[in-house]
């Protein structure tokens, strides 16, 4: 991680259901905050690369998520989906201290292919 | 004039010969089997499958009554062949019914041997041979107990692996210092016995007992030292004797065996004989692969070709336990002029050793590893001189020659000869030539053709191989169809062993079933979920994580993210009140589109999210519940006016609509159930295309199941006629439990029944009064932990944080 994080603090890890998510609400994107069965947290746009479904609302397993809509599957870690056609949706940083879940809400940003 | 061939026993070895005559597209016989056991050819060797819960009968039957049919062989089941008369060349059954023969074939396998010590015949004492006696150790099973099983050899350890899957207490006793001496050495007898005492079976070797203790029923065992063991259950299984009585009373050459020739004749030329009743050679085999070597050879011969002979086999064995991989072949015993190579990781649980007799292999045991079998096979079989790769042959094929292979190549490097199923001697070129000219896709259909992998299954990644070298990326490897990437295991193989194993969480499962992803998939996960759900209810405990949005948050999602919301309206009737309240919903939240379904309900489109407690408040208050309209469960009971209003109509079809969606509603099923009454069979509403429907008639109640009107259009099949509103009631509860239990996730009633047997429902549910009141009890017992209307939960606040976002974002932090 090169840049410098500007941390806002969200809620308890134990508010967000393990294998789940919560939802940040910005005037500007809605952000997923999953929490997995190792207790990992990730941040992702909540907003399938393919056609826009709620990945907060799609089964979290391992460190992936399958939207609810047709099931494109998508890499938490760094956002791309796991399906033919490279797609991506835009990840944030989150950290976990004490107990707590602290997100960056600016988008990491992909190194240049 | 066709001649009368005439066939004792329909085991395995029978049946695979005259597989083999009518592969050769010989139609010189009339062929008469008689049967003992009252039931078709089933794979012998699949017994301890079914005995663990693994497999069911259904499952491990060879030849089903069509293929006798089909090749018009006169099968006679449950009859006993009691005298050959030889003069006269006629065989006579036990009531005295005469059939003449020109050529007999006697295939009358062996008889477990049971030890002649005080107490043998007391009730609870069994052998482990034949389908009647995985039913009695079932029966036994169910009740509980302490088992003990006499004999640690291979029939004696499935056995025990069966029966503490089933649930027992079980104790191995075993003569000898060591388990499977016979096919193992006392290193690899070590480690198979640590790994089954680990397992929680009790293994006392070097135990000779002297009586059976009880009255009646078996109560105990006493060895000769003079411990007394508590026993419920007593299974013998020390070994199997062939059985020649009838051979020897018609006056054939007999020893241990009956004494055969090459050709496999008896004594007398018009009699040959197959089976585990053969002495070739001075040996009797007990395995299947030189059954069916000689099975081969009589079809050929009766077929006109006397070149082929049976010149004796090298038999190999495994252990069909899961999770125990073990092979022994050929013959291990110390001597001079032998060398053993040895690689052993205990940590690991691996051991392996090959006997050499002039830089030839004669004998290979492999414990923990057995990925090489197959290759030691063969340098066995063919001789092959190894002296050059010596120093690398214990690490496997893939060690020899410059880098490892993958295992596709290793697959690919065999040649043609190379055997790969040794059940049924079916060589790599036989599978790839007949792919390539039959255009077959799946291992199912290798099956059919060549029978590679259709008896114990061990081949089966092989032949996957062959499928896949041979097709490249066309061969779909879905059939068999695993669950799912996370698993090779099939559903119906979960759903069994979920049962058998009583594994009652998500975890357990994936731990015990050696799920290859630590968390499972989008797809295996809520077939989990439903498969622990109806098989254990009240006990466990549904896993939200796991289910599909729509099922976690009792709403279908819409493809603008919103819900779609449909109250329950019992039978299709609705009321003022009703319709008052659900247009005041609309309007208060500003649902933009209301529209009748085709299951008779009204649906409210477009609900935001965050509204969608507020308005199953309202629709509660208004009296209504959740319709279910996302559930693989009960959809809709789709109803006529009946009686009350139409001058057709024969009895209440709304009032029984009614009952009966009151009855099924808030049930999980593998995947969605319709169902529809119609009043007379005009069927307004459209019952023979539900899942199940009721036509009412003049004398009753017509029922329908299997029918689907979706990606698949299918009319209904009957499952029968009933005269009262409760036999309704109680047909289909049973019909919807047996679903239950039986269908794949996301399986509709008419695939799981097509998959079944459409009369095996009816014979389970129609026929059969015990199961289907059973059936129907389970339903209702079920039913009490599922019958809670899910908005209530939510609105009393059940899993608010899914509703709710985490508090906004302030702009500034955001900045």
Request: hydrophobic letters at 40%; aromatic letters at 6%.
């Amino acid at each position: 991680m090169t840049k410098e994080n500007n941390w806002v603090e969200l809620c308890q890890l134990s508010e967000i259901p393990e294998r789940g998510c919560r939802v940040v609400v910005t005037d500007e994107i809605k952000i997923a905050i999953f929490r997995t069965h190792t207790d990992d947290v990730y941040a992702i746009e909540d907003k399938c690369p393919h056609l826009g479904g709620a990945l907060s609302e799609g089964i979290v397993h391992g460190a992936q998520v399958t939207c609810p809509l047709h099931n494109l599957v998508i890499n938490l870690v760094n956002g791309e989906a796991l399906g033919p056609e490279p797609m991506c949706v835009k990840s944030f940083d989150v950290k976990k201290e004490d107990g707590k879940v602290y997100l960056d809400l600016v988008p990491v940003k992909k190194e240049a292919a | 004039m066709k001649k009368k061939l005439v066939v004792i026993g329909n085991g395995m070895a029978a049946g695979h010969m005259l597989e083999e005559l009518f592969d050769r597209g010989n139609t010189d016989y009339d062929v008469t089997i008689f049967g003992k056991e009252p039931r078709v050819n089933y794979n012998r060797m699949m017994l301890s499958p079914v005995l663990s819960g693994e497999k069911k009968y259904e499952e491990i039957i060879i030849h089903d009554e069509e293929w006798y049919k089909t090749n018009n062989v006169d099968l006679r089941t449950g009859v006993n062949i009691s005298k050959i008369d030889r003069e006269n060349k006629k065989v006579i059954d036990d009531d005295g019914n005469e059939t003449s023969y020109d050529k007999l074939l006697i295939a009358t396998g062996s008889y477990p041997f049971i030890i002649p010590v005080v107490g043998h015949k007391l009730k609870g004492v069994v052998s482990f041979r034949d389908l009647d006696d995985v039913d009695l150790m079932q029966e036994a099973a169910n009740r509980g107990g302490k088992a003990i099983v006499i004999g640690g050899g291979l029939l004696g350890l499935e056995a025990a692996a069966g029966l503490q899957m089933q649930g027992m207490d079980v104790t191995v006793l075993h003569l000898m210092p060591t388990l499977m001496e016979r096919q193992l050495d006392s290193a690899a007898a070590y480690l198979l016995e640590k790994e089954i005492e680990q397992r929680g079976i009790k293994v006392i070797t070097r135990a000779n007992t002297e009586k059976i203790i009880g009255d009646e029923h078996v109560e105990a065992i006493r060895l000769d030292d003079g411990r007394e063991l508590e026993a419920d259950l007593v299974v013998m299984a020390v070994g199997i004797r062939p059985e020649v009585k009838l051979a020897a009373e018609a006056g054939l050459m007999v020893n241990r065996g009956i004494l055969a020739s090459d050709h496999l004749q008896t004594s007398d030329p018009d009699i040959l004989t197959v089976g585990e009743c053969v002495e070739h050679g001075s040996e009797c085999y007990g395995l299947v692969a030189p059954l069916y070597e000689m099975a081969k050879v009589i079809a050929a011969n009766l077929d006109g070709d006397m070149s082929a002979k049976y010149t004796g086999s090298v038999t190999s064995t495994k252990l069909k336990v899961t999770g125990i991989d073990l092979f022994s072949i050929g013959d291990f015993a110390e001597d001079e002029g032998r060398e053993g190579i040895i690689l052993r990781d205990a940590a690991g649980g691996i051991y392996k050793r090959l006997i050499l007799e002039d830089n030839k292999l004669v004998g290979a045991v492999l414990y923990g590893e057995t990925g090489d079998s197959t290759w030691f096979t063969q340098l066995l079989r063919e001789g092959t001189d190894i002296s050059e790769m010596r120093e690398t042959v214990i690490f496997g094929q893939n060690f020899q020659g410059g880098p490892p292979l993958d295992p596709m190549a290793a697959v690919a490097a065999l040649p043609d000869e190379a055997e790969i199923c040794g059940c049924n001697g079916v060589c790599k070129g036989k599978i790839v030539s007949a792919i390539k000219e039959k255009g077959l896709s799946s291992v199912d259909d290798v099956r059919v053709h060549t029978k590679a992998s259709a008896s114990c299954g061990t081949c089966t990644n092989l032949v996957e191989q062959l499928l896949s070298l041979s097709l490249g990326d066309s061969f779909n490897p879905n059939a068999p169809k695993p669950m799912c990437p996370c698993t090779p295991l099939e559903h119906g193989d979960v759903r069994r062993l979920i049962v058998a194993k009583e594994l009652k969480s998500i975890p357990a499962v994936m731990q015990e079933l050696e799920w290859e992803t630590s968390c499972g998939c989008a797809k295996c996960r809520p077939a989990l979920n439903y498969y622990l759900l109806s098989t254990w209810p009240g006990e466990y405990v549904d896993d939200n994580q796991s289910r599909f949005v729509n099922e976690r948050l009792h709403a279908n999602i819409q493809k603008d993210g919103t819900y779609s919301v449909v109250p329950r309206m019992w039978g299709g009737i609705t009321s003022p009140e009703e319709l008052r309240a659900i247009a005041d919903v609309a309007d208060k939240y500003k649902i933009p589109t209301v529209k009748v379904t085709g299951g008779q309900r009204i649906d409210l489109l477009g609900v935001k999210k965050e509204d969608l407690t507020d308005v199953w408040a309202d629709l509660n208050n208004a009296g209504m519940i959740s319709g279910h309209a996302y559930a693989k469960g009960l959809r809709t009971v789709k109803t006529c006016v009946g009686k009350d209003w139409c001058r057709f109509g024969t009895q209440d079809s709304t009032g029984l609509g009614i009952k009966l969606e009151r009855t099924l509603w808030g049930s999980w099923t593998p995947a969605k159930v319709k169902l529809a009454v119609s009043g007379c069979p005009r069927n307004c509403s459209e019952a023979t295309c539900k899942d199940v429907g009721v036509i009412c008639v003049d004398s009753g109640y017509e029922l329908h199941f299997g029918g689907a009107a979706g990606l698949d259009i299918k009319g209904t099949e009957i499952l029968c006629n009933v005269t009262t509103e409760d036999e309704v009631m109680e047909y289909t509860t049973a019909l919807i439990q047996l679903y239950r239990e039986e269908g794949y996730y996301l399986e509709r009633i008419y695939k799981w029944a097509k998959r079944v047997g459409f009369d095996r429902v009816r014979e389970v549910i129609v026929d059969d009064e015990e199961q289907r009141k059973t059936l129907s009890k389970r339903f209702y017992h079920a039913q009490q932990f599922l019958q809670i209307d899910p908005w209530k939960e939510f609105v009393d606040g059940k899993d608010a944080h899914e509703f709710a976002p985490i508090k906004p974002i302030p702009l500034e932090a955001a900045q």
